[in-house]
């Protein structure tokens, strides 16, 4: 397989791509109601012809995360012995999803990424420095393995390293792209220039934020992607991929949100019930997949808030634009009658550089408001000036709680050793 970007439908004009989007619809509409046992029932009394305008599909059934917890055979769409590799969610929201892919979806995936490096200006000249686990069932790293082999980049998959051997892949592999989750690479980068290394004077010169945001709300890169891009003389990139939907959302060189690859999957914003908002309005990610056989999806809620990003981006692309991922729909805090959206608190305690570490716990009923509270690892002293910071930042005040590193560390467990937020609301904790 070669990469052709050609095939991409991401240059045309929106008239083309809605006219392209409705025929990928309606062929989707046909498939999953011919291959799915779920969307078979589900679609009953559909016909793709129902579909005349874009505008059609709000009338559409959602599909919800439940269907796929509940066991994703119901809804596969490929017969068992196509799957090639079996691929799950984290579980940090319950039990994992699994999902099977057929060696077409693989390389839809690397078609996918590859696009999204692509428009990241990395290309086959690039050695990329792969910081990321790539075990545990996960998609996201597979895609980007699959995506720059693709791309004929030069690979290392480096996994989680410690400082001393990241030192060493810096200076032998000499990296010209570094990919991992900014809290990663931002802890990293403390510890090499505490032992004297200088990250500006590496090579890199870019960085691949995965799993976290690099914007704030208003799309400013925010406080950690401010520090990696000083540090190391790069300019960040934010993707953020969903194993569900075997895509991802990633910035082109312009960084002004996350391009959605159109000829792969149709993005919608909408409300609580489904009806699609207006532009720059927060509400629930939902996509159709297309092109998909292991387990093609419909209107498939996300779980995830964010913003369409309004007009067209100046690369020159013309698809589907979201703005950073403001937090999940069940992680939305309630504070005094007041939502905050995770982000905002996340972001503004990014900023302060006396903290070391920090957790939000969340509990609560449901019913009478959250109770959120925020532990750092600081000094008493700073008490005061965190928790202004960040009520300038969320309009509502938050407990500041004094804890430490280990503590914070051992709040999160082993699995889940980047979370942000413990949600003790629902039964067990959910993803941060
Ligand atoms: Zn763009």
Redesign the pocket.
Known sequence: MNFNPGLSWEFLSADEIAAKTIRALRNHIQYVKASSPYYKEALKGVVPEDLRTIDDIAGLPLTDRTVLAAGSAAVAAAAPSAIIETVATSGATGRPIFIGLTDSDLDRLAFSEALSFN?MGISSSDRVLLLVGMDGMALPSLGYYRGLTLLHATIGRAGLPGHQLFRQYLEEFRPTVLLGAPSFLRRLTLDLTKNGYRPAESGVQKIVGVGESLKNADMSINAPGKKLEEDWNAKVFGSYAITELADSFAD???R??G?AHPELLYAEVVDDKGNPLPDNTPGELVATTFGIEGMPLLRYRTGDITFRVPGD?????KSF?IGPILGRTDEMLKVNNQSVFPLVVTNALDELDEIGDYIITIGGDGLHGDRASIHVAAQPSAVERIANHVRNAARVSFPILISNVSTIQSMRGAWRRNARILDERHSGFRRG
């Open positions: 428009a082109c060189l312009e002004s949100g391009h981006c100046a690369c020159g692309r634009r």
